[in-house]
């Protein structure tokens, strides 16, 4: 159709083998594709460069270091942080490094690091007296950069340090974050763009979590966050409170919202550097690294034997179900398992198991006088199991 002078024209669809359809090219496991934007989103404290370190330094040497794959071997990474000095990155790297007992060889030339504080700024649009200007010439230096050392991974930290706009304005910052996209389809990389959660946000971090403007997200093939474990994960779970800080779940909010049983999670880990020295030396620096961390499995290692023996305990006794009392069902369950009912991790192991067998009417709650002749919740044998 031609109307003033423009032509548009609709293109029939070609039919194609789907064997013949090129597979995705993906880095990272399904986090990271190549020639697209990701987003990294987390609030302040949470492990957020620790995690990127973990990252940078699985993507760098090919090995599964976190649980994720590395597609078609080591990739090359350039890590730029526009916040923390080398010293600072390095310390991150080095003790992931020692954690994951990765060597210099094993790198070989495949990280680069650069520091904002040590000279390496980077600004990509500006906005003077309410001008906005992309900065093109920057984008192409940028592309030709990691054309030329052949970067597989870009990643940018924070995102917010990188352009000199008002955050909050989504045409603009639409425009950088397609510009972004344009870097990251002409060097076929992953750009990471790194970027903070707004003070206002909820205490569960989600993509709509990230301060600023909205079009930042939708951009984003990609849109991962970092949520540490909350008080009632910690106490299901019986993990101590001053404990549950060190468990952090890093999921695609974007594409994949699964709930916590099927996320990525991970455990802060502590290593010492090294660095320190005796007498009145100041100590040597522990940090924190990240490792892969599973929910605990309350059925690992218990067997239909293990179900039915506590179903024939059950049957010759009056057991509670409330686990304030004395005769609460869990002793028979944790005598059975070799689990001891007074520690708060098997506790909750118990109490899981118990919710499970009752929902699968392996137990049932029956209403019963106790000896004072109140009517109490009592735990009774459910549908037997066979053997």
């Known amino acids: 159709m031609v109307l003033d002078g423009v032509t548009i024209r609709a293109t029939p669809y070609r039919w194609r083998d789907p064997t013949s359809i090129p597979v995705r090219p993906w880095v990272y496991g399904r986090w990271f594709l190549r020639g697209t934007v990701a987003c990294l989103i987390a609030p302040g404290g949470v492990g957020k460069s620790t995690l990127i370190a973990g990252t940078a330094l699985a993507m760098a040497s090919g090995d599964p270091l976190l649980g994720k794959t590395v597609w078609d071997g080591p990739k090359r990474v350039w890590l730029w942080n526009l916040e923390d000095d080398l010293d600072e990155l390095s310390r991150s790297i080095q003790a992931a490094a020692i954690h994951h007992d990765i060597a210099a060889s094993v790198l070989n030339d495949k990280l680069f690091v650069d520091s904002g504080m040590e000279g390496m700024a980077l600004c990509t649009a500006t906005e003077t007296n309410g001008q906005f200007k992309l900065l093109v010439p920057v984008y192409e ?62 205490s569960e971090v989600t993509a709509m979590s990230a301060r600023g403007a909205v079009a ?67 100590p040597g620096d522990n940090m924190a690294v990240v490792e892969p961390w599973s929910l605990p499995d309350p059925f690992e290692n218990v067997t239909s034997r293990h ?16 686990p304030q009392a004395k005769d609460w069902v869990g002793h028979v369950v944790a005598d059975v398992l070799g689990l001891n009912a007074s520690d708060k991790a098997d506790k909750a192991r118990i109490c899981a198991l118990m919710k499970a067998w009752i929902e699968n009417d392996k137990l049932r709650i029956e209403q019963m006088p106790d000896s004072k002749r109140e009517m109490r919740p009592f735990v009774v044998v459910g549908e037997p199991v066979k053997l």
């Open 307 to 322: 179900i039915a023996e506590v179903q024939a305990r059950v049957a010759v006794g009056a057991w509670r179900q409330s």
């Open 141 to 202: 230096a940028l592309s030709a950069e990691l054309v030329r050392r052949g970067i597989d991974v870009l990643i940018v930290d924070p995102f917010v340090s990188s352009h000199e706009v008002e955050e909050n304005a989504n045409s603009k910052i639409d425009k950088i974050a397609k510009a972004w996209g344009r870097v990251a389809k002409a060097a076929n990389c992953v750009i990471i763009l790194v970027h903070h959660t707004s003070k206002a946000g909820s």
């Open 216 to 282: 930042l997200i939708n951009a984003a093939r990609t849109a991962l966050v970092i949520n540490r474990m909350d008080e009632k994960q910690a106490e299901r779970l019986g993990i101590p409170d001053n404990e549950r800080r060190r468990y952090i779940m890093v999921q695609d909010d974007k594409h994949n919202r699964a709930p916590a049983e099927k996320a990525d999670w991970y455990r802060l880990a502590s290593v010492d550097l090294g660095n320190g020295g005796g007498g009145n030396i100041l």
